[in-house]
């Protein structure tokens, strides 16, 4: 059973920097293609960013583009959101996303992380 956890989420003030992690048991996050995810209230679920499998590409959604950036690190099996000169507009619950093997889309899902941007 693939499990995900969240964690680095918090308040932080406009222009501030978070880093959010994603931590798997049952697999190793390196097998896989990962997504990150926010959804605000009342908003719909949006995509953030993903890193493929062989982190031979990330993408990211324009309104965090230049902001925020993936990154695993291998040896700890984690994956990384920084999350640089925040806005209030993203504050949201944060969420790591898997694609399982042979799968093209996000299988596997975390409970999430606040995030809250305020002063």
């Known amino acids: 059973q693939v499990q995900l956890v969240e964690s680095g989420g918090g308040l932080v003030q406009p222009g501030g920097s978070l880093r959010l992690s994603c931590a798997a048991s049952?697999?190793?996050?390196?097998?896989?293609?990962i997504g990150w995810f926010r959804q605000a209230p009342g908003k719909e679920r949006e995509g953030v960013a993903c890193?493929?499998?062989?982190?031979?590409?990330?993408d990211y959604a324009e309104s965090v583009r230049g902001r925020f950036t993936i990154s695993r690190d291998i040896a700890d099996d984690t994956v990384y959101l920084q999350m640089n000169n925040v806005k209030p507009e993203d504050t949201a619950v944060y969420y790591c996303?898997?694609?399982?093997?042979?799968?093209?889309?996000?299988?596997?899902w975390g409970q999430g992380t606040q995030v809250t941007v305020s002063s």
């Open positions: 996303a898997v694609q399982a093997s042979g799968s093209n889309k996000y299988d596997y």
């Open positions: 049952g697999t190793r996050l390196d097998y896989h293609a």
């Open positions: 890193i493929s499998k062989s982190d031979t590409s990330t």
